[in-house]
Structure formats: structure tokens, C-alpha cells
């Protein structure tokens, strides 16, 4: 029995490490190309928050910076209400350039976080694993340097979000909006 319940774990083990390796990161990333301001303009997402929030989501502005330790700051500015908030988030670099972790201090949920594809100049796709006590999740997120991005970006980032087994009522382009767009200075 003991033999059997530690196969089980091992394959679970496994499987939760090739669904990491399975998600791919920008080949030759090059961070420093990644700072500045990006308008966050898709959100796909199978995590319970996702799908009680969906209906109120808008799009938002998010600043990246590099840390003197070679960390990314990550601070983004969104409407809630009639109110503009702000979340600041420290992605610690892997071993592997253009993959990060996180974890969240308010959740504490582990966040593995790929830099998918990005061209640095229109685009960034971003891909997160979530774990936490309560199971794991998928977010996939599409930036933009400019608060519009072509329909071939759009559905890249729709065809890579299904490719991660999220279904149509998942993935969300996000409504623009002109609320907290300035706040994000």
C-alpha cells in the first residue's frame, strides 16, 4: 500500500513538472527589453476568482522594472469601483532566463511565472502556473505597449491559451478603459 500511495505522489510529482516544462519561454529573453509600461489586453484564466470577477474586469497599465538584484518589480494599476489600486509584485529570476517566481504574500499561493513570447517593442505573452492549498491554475496574460494590438496578436494569445486547456469562456479580452490609465505614471 505504501509502495502504491508513493507511486501515486511520484506521478503526480511528475506530471506537475512536465505541465511546467510544457510551457515554453522566449527563446534568447533579454530583460532588460521587458521594462517599461505595457497595457494588459487579454486575461485567460480557469481559477474561481477569474470567473466571479470576469464580468468587472477592464484593462490596466503595469510598469516593469529590473531590481539591483536582477528581480522584476512588477506594479500594476487597475479600476475597482471608482477607485484606481495598485499591487506591486516581486518576480525572483530562475535559473532560467525568462522565468520567475512569485509568491503571494495575501494568498500565499506559489506563482511560476514564463515569459512566453514577446518582440518587446508591440507584445509580451506570459504564462503562470498558480499553486495553492486549494489546487493549481492557469493565467495567461497578453501585454501590449499601446492600448490596441492587432487581431493576429489577439488570436495568438487566444490559440496559446487553449493550447493550455483553457476553454473560450476562459479567455478574456479585456475592455478598455481611459480610469486609472494616467495614476500609472
Known amino acids: 500500500m505504501q509502495a502504491t500511495l508513493l507511486s501515486i505522489l511520484g506521478l503526480a510529482l511528475l506530471g506537475t513538472l512536465h505541465a511546467q516544462d510544457s510551457i515554453p519561454v522566449q527563446t534568447d529573453f533579454q530583460q532588460d527589453k521587458l521594462t517599461g509600461r505595457w497595457y494588459s489586453i487579454g486575461l485567460a484564466s480557469n481559477s474561481n476568482w477569474f470567473k466571479e470577477k470576469r464580468h468587472l474586469m477592464k484593462m490596466c497599465t503595469t510598469i516593469i522594472s529590473t531590481t539591483a538584484e536582477g528581480n522584476l518589480e512588477v506594479t500594476s494599476t487597475y479600476p475597482k469601483g471608482d477607485q484606481c489600486v495598485t499591487r506591486n509584485s516581486l518576480y525572483t529570476k530562475t535559473e532560467q532566463p525568462g522565468r520567475f517566481s512569485y509568491t503571494s ?11 512566453v513570447d514577446t518582440n518587446y517593442v508591440e507584445y509580451a505573452l506570459v504564462a503562470t502556473q498558480i499553486s495553492k492549498s486549494t489546487g493549481s491554475s492557469t493565467m495567461v496574460l497578453l501585454y501590449s505597449r499601446t492600448k490596441e494590438l492587432s ?17 473560450d469562456d476562459e479567455i478574456l479580452i479585456l475592455p478598455q478603459t481611459d480610469k486609472c490609465m494616467a495614476d500609472a505614471a
Open 151 to 167: 487581431p493576429e496578436r489577439l488570436e495568438m494569445f487566444i490559440q496559446f491559451s487553449r493550447e493550455q486547456g483553457l476553454t
Open 105 to 115: 504574500p495575501r494568498w500565499g499561493s506559489k506563482h511560476n511565472i514564463h515569459v
